[in-house]
């Protein structure tokens, strides 16, 4: 086999990984999500199908598939049957923009662990991120029922008034690290805590130079991804459903895997900005064999990514949800000028250092 | 890296690879749209295909007027979303740009704080 069709095999195999990540951490999350609600609320959960429960959402996709496919004869079909489709689609492609670990070493070339290493992979996350608007405003208007519509209409407004406090964030972390490539924002982690020496810029995890920004961010992606305390385009107590209502099936199950892929990416963005990716301090001065450095950054980067996945879950169950008043104002009044005032001091530091 | 940048002659070369993945996700969302109506029974009829709505027949068409404060946040969100763009470029070169390029992003930062605080005064962002 010569190098360059093994290189392009390797390149491949990366592609379909990187897929099956993604697809596989929709299962994980809905069991570890019900096993630990149940655990929250002293309930036992399921435990019935496979071990522990393990199988829960096997079961659950048979279920889905054996459902019947329910379109309301006033709904605008073609619109209908896109919605979901378009709500599913992004957060997938956000996953195609992540470095989920240092280059690996293939036929001698360098392979990097992200499909697309863009140069302006930062805006093109967030672009990517905000499409999900669409598939939701759509899925809720075509419905043709009052409970969709308003959940629609709700979750569009929280989306795009929350996006600005990220995008607003995010400009603060990028003053810092002065690049838009995932990659190099997180090479430029390296250290735990410190400066660089040769030019004297910040090398330490993001999280240590920008707590605030930090903050924002995750209150903000909470809201990006419709997740309490910031559910209220579901608020089964007030909307039935919100904008999936009248959706049945599959449809209605690409929702949830585009809610918990788009958790997944949110996740990894925080990673990548903030905590310093792949690094963890001490491992650098191993001097371990490429491959074996980026096999040993992988976990480090799936271990924090799991953090923060498992805090998604922890606070959904902690938190109560806001009234629909209080998540604007917050959103407009709290967390948009805090960005503000965050970036404006931000420019201030690094302009006069 | 010098083998990858000497391949590298039009900037798309690095967007490739998102087309067989993007193949694998559309086939899993394909798959799963269709398979419900090839497995599973529909039956229709007049009462069960109405929108829901608490179980009482629905009283006129959803595709209705709403409140016209969507609209401001929209238009608001429009503003401000291009001033995060248009700052883009300025945060990724401040390094370089130093004081002089920050007391332009200043300017530009209070108008739209002028924006956001007249939208502020003029109950733009309370909902009641």
């Given amino acids: 086999m010569s190098p360059d069709i093994a290189y392009f095999a390797a390149t491949l195999a990366k592609i379909v990984a990187i897929f099956l990540l993604s697809v596989h951490v929709v299962p994980i999350m809905v069991i570890l999500e019900r096993r630990i609600s149940a655990w929250v609320q002293f309930r036992i959960g399921p435990n019935r199908v496979g071990p522990l429960g ?48 240092p ?50 209409l709700r979750s569009s407004a929280q989306m795009i008034s929350y996006e600005l406090a990220l995008g607003l964030s995010v400009l603060a972390v990028i003053c810092v690290s002065g690049t838009l490539n995932l990659s190099d924002m997180i090479t430029r982690q390296t250290a735990f805590f410190g400066f660089d020496d040769a030019t004297g810029n910040w090398a330490g995890w993001n999280i240590f130079s920008q707590p605030v920004a930090f903050l924002v961010f995750l209150v903000a992606s909470y809201a990006e991804t419709n997740r309490l305390p910031f559910d209220l385009p579901e608020a089964e107590s007030e909307l039935v459903g919100g904008y999936h209502t009248e959706y049945s099936a599959t449809k209605f199950s690409l929702f949830f895997m585009g809610e918990y892929i788009g958790m997944l990416g949110m996740a990894c963005l925080i990673v990548i900005l903030f905590l310093g990716g792949w690094h963890l301090p001490g491992v650098a001065a191993l001097d371990l064999s490429p491959n074996v450095f ?14 923060f996945l498992l805090l998604f879950i922890q606070v959904r169950w902690t938190l109560p949800r806001f009234r629909y008043d209080q998540l604007m104002q917050v959103g407009w009044k709290v967390l948009l000028p805090i960005a503000l005032a965050n970036i404006l001091v931000t420019g201030f530091v690094v302009a006069w250092s | 890296m010098s083998p990858t940048l000497a391949v590298q002659t039009s900037p798309f070369v ?86 002089i390029g920050f007391s332009g992003a200043v300017v530009f930062v209070a108008v739209l704080g002028l924006g956001l605080a007249y939208a502020w005064r003029k109950r733009v962002l309370d909902w009641n």
């Fill in chain 1, 54 to 101: 393990l199988f829960q959402p096997l079961a659950d996709l048979v279920k889905f598939l054996g459902k019947e496919d329910f379109v309301p004869a006033q709904a605008n079909k073609v619109l209908f049957w896109a919605a979901p489709a378009l709500t599913c689609l992004p957060p997938f492609l956000v996953m195609t923009l992540i470095p989920f670990a």
């Fill in chain 1, 103 to 152: 280059p690996f070493e293939v036929m001698g070339r360098e392979l990097p662990a992200v499909i697309v290493d863009s140069s302006i992979g930062i805006i093109l996350a967030l672009a990517l991120s905000s499409l999900t608007v669409y598939g939701i405003a759509i899925g809720g208007w075509s419905s043709n029922s009052k409970y969709s519509l308003l959940g629609g």
């Fill in chain 1, 294 to 307: 980026a096999l040993v950054g992988l976990l480090v980067f799936m271990a924090k990514v799991g953090f």
């Fill in chain 2, 14 to 99: 690095d967007y490739v690879g998102i087309a067989p993945y993007l193949l694998l996700v559309v086939g899993m969302i394909v798959v799963l749209m269709v398979l419900p109506l090839l497995l599973a029974k529909t039956t229709r009829h007049r009462v069960k295909d109405e929108a829901y709505e608490c179980g009482l027949p629905p009283q006129g068409t959803a595709k209705q007027r709403f409140s016209v404060h969507f609209y401001m946040v929209a238009v608001l969100f429009i503003l401000f979303d291009i001033e995060a763009v248009f700052l883009f470029p300025w945060a990724t070169s401040v390094q370089e740009l130093g004081p």
